[in-house]
């Protein structure tokens, strides 16, 4: 009998959670859909009372993927019918002022530029954690490198970004030894 198999379904949950949130938020496109998707997950396994899935994994997966259909579906009626066109004459957009817009660029301008002092190796491990939402895990076997050297290069890349936004100018190359300064 595989371990999985000896699991509780809960406890599949918890021991995959990274694993499931991070598919769901890349067919989602939000972390915090995610981790209510997964949340749902986990409580849909507390209710199941029929015997164990022959692939408890895979069903895991499934009902997840269930779920945020089943979410976005709703979503997409809510909208249909409740229109957001209502509420955006009452919000106000937090780009209408120039000099916010202005700014907003002059950061992403300072941001990408940080981004490009990146060694290539570093960038792509940062990229895939903060604008793809892989896990540690699926960086490690996609690049093929350890799980310690993914959370080092996440860490130094997060560094250098900070310490360059901080500055407000991207003139040094990044250095693998660098401190925050």
Wanted: net charge positive; with cysteine.
């Amino acid at each position: 009998m595989a371990l999985h198999e000896r699991l509780t379904l809960t406890q599949l949950v918890e021991i995959h959670y990274e694993d499931i949130k991070g598919y769901i938020q890349r067919r989602a496109g939000s972390a915090a859909i995610a981790s209510d998707v997964v949340q749902e997950t986990w409580l849909r396994a507390a209710k199941h009372c029929a015997r164990q899935p022959d692939k408890p994994l895979a069903y895991l997966y499934r009902t997840a993927t269930n779920l945020l259909l089943d979410k976005q579906r709703q979503d997409s009626t809510h909208g249909r019918y409740f229109g957001d066109s209502e509420w955006a004459e009452e919000a106000e957009c937090p780009l209408t002022h120039p000099e916010k817009a202005a700014g907003t660029r002059q950061e992403l301008e300072l941001l990408a530029q940080a981004l490009g002092d990146l060694p290539e190796k570093y960038r792509a491990v940062f990229l895939l954690s903060r604008c793809e939402g892989f896990t540690r895990r699926e960086i490690a076997a996609q690049l093929n490198i350890n799980e310690s050297t993914v959370e080092k290069q996440i860490a130094k890349g997060m560094q250098h970004c900070r310490a360059c936004m901080e500055r407000g100018y991207v003139g040094k190359r990044f250095r693998l030894n660098s401190t925050a300064a």
